[in-house]
């Protein structure tokens, strides 16, 4: 019988070697078949084991960044990255890149703590808080704000600067939450409960003409149009005005005050999420608003928004 035996290299590992030693033993052919299963079986589990190391070291290394690059180059990186989108608010909308001062909204939902707002008492008792001006004698809320849009089809009628301005005909630079302690602390009621009173918000705009000063109503410097959608199922018919502005007061997600992701002041379609919501029976439609031709000359006009409160109504 022929010598069957085989002696492993002196140059391989000795852990190669002991996965390797039951070759030099064996005698017989069942032996044989028999060592060799070991050692293919051994073999298979040392790549499989070195096929796992390599793996969990790509994904540390997909996970941490490249281990030999610096962490600024790691973020660089990933913030130039062309596929990413940008950040979703609470709602599922797309924010715009996000104010960098103070009190303002950093991140989806967050508000960077800044210092309490200072309430500045007017010599003819009015009240400034931040941007904004509260009269308690003619229960009034004014924020300063600047035309946004002249033309094109209107959502909004005010949002903030991180607001929706492509669809919105001024921008202010106030802070929500100075708007809303405004708005409470001339006692409005805001709407929560659906059928219970709260309070019904006049909308003015103010601006300084050549002329002196100007105030004209909401109604008289947007344009609403008629609505025509095929195939689709209107509401019901209107039993009650076009627009009715009610303060909504905005609402709270999981702890946080949506308008501050959002920026929404003053909506004119049906938009529970800001501050003061149109509750007429336009609200169900969001492509029939435009900016009334002729009233404002550029698109950086500053204008003084006013609002106050006409009486307290049900809203349907």
């Known amino acids: ?28 052919r069942d032996g044989l078949w028999l060592s060799l299963f070991r050692v293919t079986l051994r073999i298979v589990l040392l790549l499989w084991v070195l096929f796992s190391d390599s793996q969990a070291s790509q994904m540390q290394a997909q996970e941490g960044g490249d281990a030999s690059r610096p962490a600024s180059e790691n973020a660089t990186s ?16 797309y924010l715009r890149e996000p104010p960098s001062s103070e009190g303002e909204r950093q991140s989806p939902g967050t508000v960077v703590p800044g210092p ?26 004014k924020i300063p704000a600047q035309v946004n ?41 805001p709407h929560v409960t659906k059928g219970l009173p709260s309070s019904e918000i006049r909308i003015e705009v103010e601006w300084a003409a050549e002329d002196g000063m100007r105030r004209k109503g909401l109604e008289e410097v947007i344009t609403i149009g008629t609505h025509e959608r095929p195939n689709v199922d209107e509401p019901n ?40 919501d149109n509750a007429g ?26 609002l106050s409160m006409e009486a307290m109504k049900e809203v349907p």
């Open 78 to 93: 990933s913030s130039k990255d062309p596929g990413s989108s940008p950040p979703l608010s609470i709602t599922g909308k």
């Open 281 to 306: 029976y336009s609200r169900h439609y969001d492509d029939i608003y435009d900016p009334t031709e002729g009233v404002f000359s550029n698109e950086t006009m500053p204008v003084s928004i006013v």
């Open 116 to 141: 309490p707002p200072e309430v500045i008492q007017e010599e003819d008792g009015s009240l400034k808080i931040g941007l904004i001006h509260v009269d308690p004698v003619k229960k009034q809320v």
């Open 149 to 189: 849009m002249l033309t094109g089809p209107l959502e909004y009628f005010l949002v903030t600067e991180f607001g929706k301005r492509h669809e919105a005909m001024f921008l202010t630079h106030a802070s929500p939450v100075h708007i809303q302690a405004g708005c409470l602390l001339l006692g409005w009621q």
């Open 237 to 276: 018919q209107p039993t009650g005005p076009d627009l009715m502005f009610v303060f909504a007061g905005s609402r709270m997600h999981r702890g946080r005050w949506i308008v501050n992701d959002e920026g929404s002041i003053i909506s004119l379609m049906g938009d529970p999420y800001a501050i003061i």
């Open 1 to 28: 019988m022929p010598n069957l035996s085989v002696s492993c290299s002196p140059v391989i590992a000795p852990s190669v070697r002991q996965a390797f030693a039951p070759c030099a033993t064996a005698g017989s």
